[in-house]
């Protein structure tokens, strides 16, 4: 079956721009994850959605960083008025239940600010 | 400040010897992880482990959790490869905790 898809890819953007990167989970998964990896790190956890639940978003570094989750599916992370320290791979993953035993990701969106 | 710390941080070694990569914490685990992810991808799960002693093998691949389920490690022996990649641990802190931490990685390298 179809894994976690996400795009663009690559995005390049100018500083002070606004970007929203998509992440569509694996068809009846009800967690999804995004993180962001940065070069030399690991993941850092930026938001949680599960269900119908209000999201965790103890992770979004700022208040620049929003995410939505719409239908309990597809979920787009906004970044506004990017900073070039934004630039990274932005993961998304998705799991059949809250704290299962695997999270599948995505190929990741790799962002670069310019 | 990592709650994992991955060592060695970066591996490179000839085909056919074997390697072992190091997984530590100073806080306690319920379970810990082994991904590993190749370049444009993501991480992909390769064994989780749940109770402290635990000992895993997945072919070539041997896990072990520590007694204290603080640390962790993978070994591989026989390196191929196609076990080059970006090597992640990570782990539930408690019994409902939900969100993942990740160590930095460890990038092995097997040449030919």
């Known amino acids: 079956g179809a894994g976690v898809s996400q795009s663009p890819s690559n995005k390049v953007t100018e500083k002070g721009k606004d970007v929203e990167l998509r992440c569509d989970p694996i068809?009846?998964?009800?967690?999804l994850y995004w993180y962001r990896q940065s070069l030399g790190q690991g993941l850092e956890f930026l938001i949680y959605?599960?269900?119908?639940?209000?999201?965790?978003k103890s992770g979004l570094p700022s208040d620049r960083f929003s995410a939505e989750r719409t239908g309990g599916s597809v979920s787009t992370l906004t970044i506004q008025r990017t900073q070039q320290e934004d630039s990274a791979v932005y993961l998304c993953?998705?799991?059949?239940?809250?704290?299962?035993?695997?999270?599948?990701f995505g190929p990741g969106t790799r962002l670069t600010v310019l | 400040t990592q709650l994992l710390e991955q060592s060695p941080q970066f591996l490179s070694i000839q085909e056919g010897e074997n390697l072992t990569v190091y997984c530590n914490s100073s806080s306690v685990f319920s379970s810990l992880q082994w991904y590993r992810q190749e370049p444009g991808e993501g991480p992909v799960l390769l064994v989780t482990?749940?109770?402290?002693?635990e000992v895993k093998k997945l072919k070539r691949l041997t896990f072990q959790f520590g007694d204290a389920r603080k640390d962790s490690s993978l070994h591989i022996t026989a390196a191929q490869p196609g076990d080059t990649g970006l090597y992640l641990c990570a782990g539930y802190r408690g019994s409902n905790d939900y969100k993942l931490s990740f160590g930095a990685g460890t990038t092995v390298t097997v040449r030919a």
């Open positions: 959605f599960q269900g119908n639940s209000a999201p965790d």
């Open positions: 993953a998705s799991s059949l239940v809250r704290r299962a035993d695997e999270q599948f």
């Open positions: 068809s009846g998964h009800t967690a």
């Open positions: 482990v749940v109770t402290g002693g």
